[in-house]
């Protein structure tokens, strides 16, 4: 049971009440730039069980006020060891990225304004950064300045965001108001994904009523990319509506589509291409790696998340699309995306919720402290140490690489030599669950193509090539120890 937090005067005779109450900003900033400061040195893993966190933060809930500092102190004190330390730079797990520091303390000014971002008249300052930054991340990312961009809550939303304007597209070029009559009796949309398409794809059409399994699947390669036959037999001679979706990162081998195929085979076929690149569009950003994206600007509509790769806190998802009018007209009523200011952006117009944190300044502050080119050389400097973590790896004999490693994503399977297939995903499961146990690095698990594997994802700004080598001295005396006992 959680022991009462006891009320303490915590400031001077004389000052207000709401001054006392603000005390514990300062407070929280403390227990945030201490919990930061030792993010490196800790153990990866959470070290409490959800039931020690259950212990010390449940109980019934009190009847009457607690101390405010005090609420905050026991909060702080069960995240050092009831967080994983995603912060930290030997994080790999999923694809979830660090936050700058910056960032962050963005994040805690919005929090502190608490605006509403919906319309200009709520909070010019959330309006006006949000069109900055839409300018901004255009331009890295070398988007036509017509293109309209939305910030979501994450790549979920994103997509499901840029499949709304796609409905209402494909759907009004078939003389169908899709937003005043829904969808029965509406012209059937085709819709295309690959066997890869990630599951947020399925989620968002379900969503939008096309229906999770209403599709057609591009058959995709050994890395998880679609196949341009298999996907022009599926285009080949249609007609009506249509949306294909695409993908640039794939979440296991980090793979993009041939976008600059796809493009001009949908193009023709008077479909809308929607490109799903949560993390992967940021490879536009680079010097290195953005030949991955060429033909991006062939799309009708792109998502990405701006708090995996770019760093930034949750929650903070973008969509872009080419055609401003449909992704507004799908998500206001039409006489209501004209701007309530003049000549201001009304945040609202471009996501589906209306009330909302100003998720587009942590993204100004990221942005700033990078630099136009300082995107980039993060996205690549994940790469390049996703290289040389699948190269180490790859040196001990009891490890097989299992992808291409053309962004961050490294797909590292441990087979005992000649070991069969059950034996390798015996080995791999047992080296994932105790890597994660040991807590010098924290990576996954997946099957890819049947063949069960541990899934590293660098993408934190604060990762360097120590980190690495620790990393992976860590996980090889694990696989000598596993392998010794077998
Ligand atoms: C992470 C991810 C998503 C979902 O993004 P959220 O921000 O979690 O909503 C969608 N697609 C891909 C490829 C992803 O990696």
């Known amino acids: 049971m959680r022991e ?28 945030a730039y201490a919990y930061l400061s030792g993010i490196a040195d800790r153990p990866v893993r959470a070290t409490a069980s959800g039931a020690e966190l259950q212990q010390s933060l449940g109980g019934s809930l009190p009847l009457c006020g607690e101390d405010p500092s005090c609420v905050i102190d026991q909060l702080a004190e069960a995240s050092l060891r009831g967080t994983v330390a995603s912060q930290s730079p030997r994080y790999f797990g999923f ?50 300045p017509a293109w309209s961009v939305g910030v979501t809550t994450g790549c979920q939303m994103a997509n ?57 699947r591009a058959h995709t390669d050994g890395q998880g990319r679609i196949r341009m036959d298999s996907l022009a037999a599926l285009l080949k001679g249609r007609k009506g509506p249509c949306i294909v979706c695409a993908q640039a990162g794939n979440v296991n081998t980090g793979s993009v589509d041939p976008i600059k195929d796809i493009g001009p085979l949908v193009r023709e076929r008077g479909a809308w291409l929607h490109v799903d690149g949560a993390f992967g569009l940021w490879a536009a950003t680079t010097k290195t790696r953005r030949y991955l994206l060429e033909g991006m600007d062939l ?4 998502a990405t998340d701006a708090h ?12 872009f699309t080419a055609h401003p009018e449909d992704h507004q007209h799908a998500l206001v009523v039409p006489a209501h995306y004209i701007q309530m200011t003049p000549g201001q952006r009304d945040s609202r117009a471009f996501t589906p919720e209306e009330s909302r944190r100003a998720r587009a300044v942590p993204i100004y502050a990221a942005l700033r402290v990078l630099g136009r080119e300082g995107v980039g050389d993060m996205v690549d400097r994940c790469c390049d140490l996703a290289a040389q973590m699948a190269k180490r790896l790859a040196s001990h004999d009891c490890v097989r690489i299992l992808n291409d490693v053309v962004l961050n994503q490294v797909l590292v399977q441990f087979r005992p030599p000649n070991g069969s297939d059950d034996a390798a995903a015996s080995l791999t499961t047992d080296v994932i669950r105790q890597v994660q146990e040991e807590g010098t690095c924290w990576a996954g698990g997946t099957v890819w193509h049947g063949q069960t594997a541990m899934r590293v994802s660098v993408c934190n700004w604060s990762t360097s090539p120590a980190d690495i080598d620790r990393s992976v001295a860590g996980i090889l005396a694990i696989v000598d120890y596993f392998r010794l006992r077998r």
């Open 4 to 31: 009462r937090a006891e009320h303490k005067e915590t400031s001077r005779d004389g000052d207000s009440e709401p001054d006392r109450q603000h005390a514990v900003i300062k407070r929280a900033a403390e227990h």
């Open 95 to 144: 694809v979830n990225g660090g936050s700058l520091p910056a960032a962050t303390a963005a994040d805690w000014l919005v929090s502190a304004w608490d605006q509403n971002a919906q319309v200009y008249a709520m909070s010019p300052i959330a309006s006006v950064v949000e069109q900055i930054v839409s300018e901004w991340l255009k331009d890295i990312f070398a988007l036509p």
């Open 160 to 216: 499901f965001t840029g499949l709304l304007a796609a409905r209402h597209h494909v759907l009004a070029h078939n003389d169908w108001d899709v937003e005043r009559d829904g969808l029965f009796g509406a012209p059937p949309i085709e819709v295309i994904v690959s066997d890869e398409s990630h599951r947020t794809i399925f989620s968002a059409l379900k969503m939008a009523g096309l229906g999770a399994e209403r599709v057609r």
């Open 299 to 302: 799309a009708d509509s792109l």
């Open 308 to 319: 995996k790769w770019l760093n930034v806190p949750y929650d903070a998802g973008l969509v």
